[in-house]
T-cell receptor, first 117, second 113 residues
Framework: DTGVSQDPRHKITKRGQNVTFRCDPI?????LYWYRQTLGQGPEFLTY????????KSRLLSDRFSAERPKGSFSTLEIQRTEQGDSAMYLC???????????????FGEGSRLTVL | GNSVTQMEGPVTLSEEAFLTINCTYT??????LFWYVQYPGEGLQLLLK?????DKGSNKGFEATYRKETTSFHLEKGSVQVSDSAVYFC????????????FGTGTRLLVSP
């Protein structure tokens, strides 16, 4: 399978614990996005990377959240001191940007569901 | 700002019925518009898109026309199938760099035989 993969698919944790999610984008894609989706809502933008550079962060991304893409390939999203309000589906998406040829299409993974007890 | 509003679901239809899912947008500029679909147990995938006014996006029998005068991008299909049951998300992207998508809340479609 050469799509976007995310791991783990489901994480249950206790409040106050740290969790880390990993995303492996489609191999040639230089842009990687993280979104959060809560029940009954659409995905909300969190942050994105162009290669290894984090270019934008949403206000939703509090200082308990940190995302990295150290070598411009896979990315991790860490949440420290989790709270019940962090319970959501965390979606990763990627795409290839080529000057003058952007289609705007994002390729999404199946998501990592976080449940904070 | 940039936002998208779509009709609440669920939308329940019988097979071969006509489908409309409404979507309107607000934007300070001229966004590109998208419909994404999420089938049960799968990730979101692009269904169709339109990048400028009066463009019509189409795919798998679905269509949507970018209407600048009504700031709308309604999704339509003439004859739905059971396999179309999914959650449909309208989305917009403000600038030509497609930096990020802003999504609506999603509309669940249930098609019965």
């Amino acid at each position: 399978d050469t799509g976007v993969s995310q791991d783990p698919r489901h994480k249950i944790t206790k409040r106050g614990q740290n969790v880390t999610f990993r995303c492996d984008p489609i191999s040639e894609h230089n842009r990687l996005y993280w979104y959060r989706q809560t029940l009954g809502q659409g995905p909300e933008f969190l942050t994105y990377f162009q290669n290894e550079a984090q270019l934008e962060k949403s206000r939703l991304l509090s200082d308990r959240f940190s995302a990295e893409r150290p070598k411009g390939s896979f990315s991790t999203l860490e949440i420290q001191r989790t709270e019940q309000g962090d319970s959501a589906m965390y979606l990763c998406a990627s795409r290839l940007t080529v000057a003058g040829q952007n289609t705007g299409e994002l390729f999404f993974g199946e998501g990592s569901r976080l449940t904070v007890l | 700002g940039n936002s998208v509003t779509q009709m609440e679901g669920p939308v329940t239809l019988s097979e071969e019925a006509f489908l409309t899912i409404n979507c309107t947008y607000t934007a300070t500029g001229y966004p590109s518009l998208f419909w994404y679909v999420q089938y049960p147990g799968e990730g979101l995938q692009l269904l169709l898109k339109a990048t400028k006014a009066d463009d019509k996006g189409s795919n798998k029998g679905f269509e949507a026309t970018y209407r600048k005068e009504t700031t709308s991008f309604h999704l339509e299909k003439g004859s739905v199938q059971v396999s179309d049951s999914a959650v449909y998300f309208c989305a917009s992207s403000l600038n030509t760099g497609f930096q990020k998508l802003v999504f609506g809340t999603g509309t669940r479609l249930l098609v019965s035989p």
